[in-house]
């Protein structure tokens, strides 16, 4: 399985940018995906997830209400819309397969085993 996570640059405070990440190998729609990120001199945090079949979305408080995970398994594609973006949103964004079979999404980044290369958001204020 591999995982290309793109759409990342330098955007203003207030901005919106969408991240993709495109996955290839094995069946993508049985798997449930997550959308993790990394500030310089911190902890990989979670951001977003999504259930294999889509129905069902989770969010760290930190970005509820300003992004927004959705998947299109005809694409195998996950994707992340983040809008009214602030500077603490500065990270590199990395995609993450489940791997339970048919899981729901976890915040756990430790239930991930295949991860994207990552791709750099920077928010200026």
């Known amino acids: 399985v591999q995982l290309q996570a793109s759409g990342g640059g330098l955007v203003k405070a207030g901005d919106s940018r969408g991240l993709s990440c495109a996955a290839s190998g094995r069946v993508f729609s049985d798997y449930a995906m997550g959308w993790f990120r990394q500030a310089p001199g911190k902890e990989r945090e979670f951001v977003a997830s999504i259930s294999w079949k889509g129905d069902s979305t989770y969010y760290a408080d930190s970005v509820k209400g300003r992004f927004t995970i959705s998947r299109d398994n005809a694409r195998n594609t996950v994707y992340l819309q983040m809008n009214s973006l602030k500077p603490e949103d500065t990270a590199v964004y990395y995609c993450?397969?489940?791997?339970?079979?048919?899981?729901?999404?976890?915040?756990?980044?430790?239930?991930?085993?295949?991860w994207g290369q990552g791709t750099l958001v920077t928010v200026s204020s």
């Open positions: 993450a397969r489940e791997k339970l079979l048919l899981g729901y999404g976890s915040r756990d980044p430790d239930r991930y085993n295949y």
